[in-house]
């Protein structure tokens, strides 16, 4: 088990900014990937962002491209999701992940990818 917890989540207006944070406890991710889920209601859970903890590769949905950032500290084993200029579409439950690294996009967006997650943080956007 590798224990996720994120935090950061909160109600917001539209325009707005959140930053998310996923701290792993308890050991090092040399090897593998991070990456931020999310789950509208009613929606299926999609793929937001993923980086590669040991070269710090990013990838990221469209709908979020220039908008949101992954980030991570490698001292804290923690990785961030900073989310600006928010949209209610972007209402969500926010989910972290980790699985080991692979080599491209359609890898690293598929929930299969990764064994580890955490319990999510809901991120609700006001009109």
């Known amino acids: 088990q590798v224990p996720l917890v994120e935090s950061g989540g909160g109600l917001v207006q539209a325009g707005g900014s959140l930053r998310l944070s996923c701290a792993a406890s308890?050991?090092?991710?040399?090897?593998?990937?991070m990456g931020w889920f999310r789950q509208a209601p009613g929606k299926e859970r999609e793929f937001v962002a993923v980086?590669?903890?040991?070269?710090?590769?990013?990838y990221y949905a469209d709908f979020v491209k220039g908008r949101f950032t992954i980030s991570r500290d490698n001292a804290k084993s923690t990785v961030y999701l900073q989310m600006n200029t928010l949209e209610p579409e972007d209402t969500a439950v926010y989910y972290c992940?980790?699985?080991?690294?692979?080599?491209?996009?359609?890898?690293?967006?598929?929930?299969?990818?990764?064994?580890?997650w955490g319990q999510g943080t809901q991120v609700t956007v006001s009109s």
């Open positions: 980086i590669n903890w040991r070269s710090g590769l990013t």
């Open positions: 308890g050991r090092t991710f040399s090897g593998y990937a």
């Open positions: 992940a980790t699985g080991t690294s692979c080599s491209a996009y359609g890898c690293y967006a598929n929930e299969g990818q990764y064994p580890y």
